[in-house]
């Protein structure tokens, strides 16, 4: 009991300290002074050499391409600014590849811009559309980034759950409720924010669902969609993906965004984009130029010759993205098999490198259950079963109610995120420790 106290005074004194430093700073920032889920988890495991399935990023080189390009950028000496929106070589890359995936022909100079990879890119978006008091409608769990740049654009986020449903084949399925989502469109909502494929789940949005969020969006003038869609070349098993912007009268709506890093393995180049009807895209510009003028140019040269060379035959394989999803279906798969092996119940993801994970079978021992930390004040059970995985089992995950508003953390109590974008190595020393764990700890 007296360690507990301690605990809680340690915790509330760092957030208190925390607020004192904070108050010189803009209201819009408020709250950000709390650690998060990053702030805790990726330390723990690396402080306790913990095989790390938490943080969403692939541990491998990239491609040889991808680093021959970059050389051959700088040697043609791309190192000045370049084109503010964009340049011209990526904007027409990416020109010719949304047209064919839009069916339309889509403007290079006037119906893209770049951005310092995709979260720059929903920085500038909600900056350039969103006025205070407007309200944005958020599938969730959500990506952390989302709720931030709403609040820092003066807006409020409106929470539509994806809640997991049983599925006798998939683990689970995560599906909205359709009146639940009528029902958070208001006179105030500006903006619907989809992530599709989805982060964490790996759900990609059915044609149906698509449909219906069209529908709901069309019958509201003045409402758009920002559809995040970096994990658009992970897509697995012949599922269909369907670009909100390809959907009838959404070209107009909608405002695409995607990047480079998650496709290519280089989310340290931060080189992105948005894409959507040049009424959309103006505002996004015109937020750039005052925010970071221009994206590295020789990063975005390297780009473009990349989207060139990926469509080439690439280690036996017709292109570098059919070597892509194989490499990442067997991952899934080795994963998938891992988790069912040590008693959890996974959800087969559709797309993205992520797997939501039943924890349900397992106890979590009291301590972690009563404990507390700078990022977690108010434990929860997912989060204290992250933290017992990461501590005393050597595997570290994610709690995913870290990606839930507070009325919803609830759905993921039972649930951990695990990500397979990892080396075939470190997926296999996690099979050692949770084989240990599940015989130490299964009910």
């Known amino acids: 009991f007296f360690q507990k106290r301690q605990m809680l005074s340690a ?3 760092l957030r208190a300290t925390a607020v004192r430093k904070m108050a010189m700073f803009a209201d819009r920032l408020k709250g950000f002074e709390a650690p998060t889920v990053w702030h805790e988890f990726t330390p723990l495991a ?3 050499g913990a095989v790390n399935l938490g943080q969403g990023f692939p541990d491998w080189p990239c491609p040889r391409f991808m680093k021959e390009a970059l050389k051959e950028a700088v040697d043609a000496d791309h190192n000045q600014y370049t084109r503010s929106a964009g340049h011209l070589p990526l904007v027409q890359a990416l020109g010719a590849r949304y047209s064919k995936l839009l069916g339309r022909d889509v403007n290079a100079m006037t119906e893209i811009a770049v951005s310092v990879g995709a979260t720059e890119g929903l920085f500038a978006l909600t900056q ?9 409608i958020v599938f969730e769990p959500a990506f952390d980034i989302y709720s ?18 049983a599925h006798e084949e998939r683990g689970f399925e995560w599906i909205f409720d359709r009146e639940e989502l009528r029902a958070a469109f208001s006179p105030k909502t500006k903006l619907v924010l989809l992530n599709n494929p989805h982060n964490p789940t790996g759900k990609i949005m059915s044609r149906a669902e698509a449909q219906f969020i069209a529908q709901e969006v069309l019958a509201r003038p003045g409402v758009f969609v920002a559809s995040d869609e970096v994990y658009d ?7 269909e993906f369907v670009h909100m912007a390809s959907l ?7 405002l695409t965004v995607s990047s480079a890093g998650k ?3 280089v989310t340290g180049w931060k080189v992105g984009w948005v894409v959507g009807p040049e009424a959309l895209v103006k505002p996004v510009m015109l937020a750039n130029q005052w925010v970071q003028f221009s994206v590295p140019t020789t990063l975005q040269e390297a780009v473009a010759r990349a989207f060139t060379e990926a469509e080439k035959p690439y280690d036996d394989f017709p292109t570098y993205y059919d070597y892509l999803r194989s490499s990442y279906v067997t991952k899934r798969d ?19 490198f992520f797997i939501m994970a039943d924890t349900s079978a397992f106890d979590v021992p009291k301590k972690y259950l009563e404990d507390v930390t700078a990022a977690a004040p108010v434990m929860t059970r997912d989060w204290a079963f992250c933290r017992m995985l990461t501590i005393d089992h050597g595997v570290a995950a994610i709690p995913p109610s870290a990606f839930y508003s507070p009325p919803n953390k609830g759905v993921a109590a039972n649930f951990a995120r695990f990500a397979f974008c990892k080396t075939d190595d470190a997926l296999e020393k996690a099979a050692v420790q949770l084989k240990k764990f599940a015989s130490s700890l299964a009910k």
């Open 11 to 13: 915790a509330r004194h």
């Open 46 to 48: 690396q402080q306790l």
């Open 128 to 136: 350039a559309l969103i006025n205070p008091g407007d309200e944005v």
């Open 148 to 165: 931030a740049q709403v609040q820092m654009a003066g807006g409020v986020c409106k929470y539509v759950p994806l809640r997991p449903v």
């Open 233 to 239: 070349r992970l897509v697995y098993d012949g599922a």
């Open 248 to 254: 009838p009268g959404m070209w107009e709506r909608c």
């Open 263 to 265: 496709t290519f393995s």
């Open 334 to 352: 080795r994963l998938m098999a891992i988790l069912q092996d040590s008693g959890f119940i996974p959800s087969k993801p559709d797309g993205g």
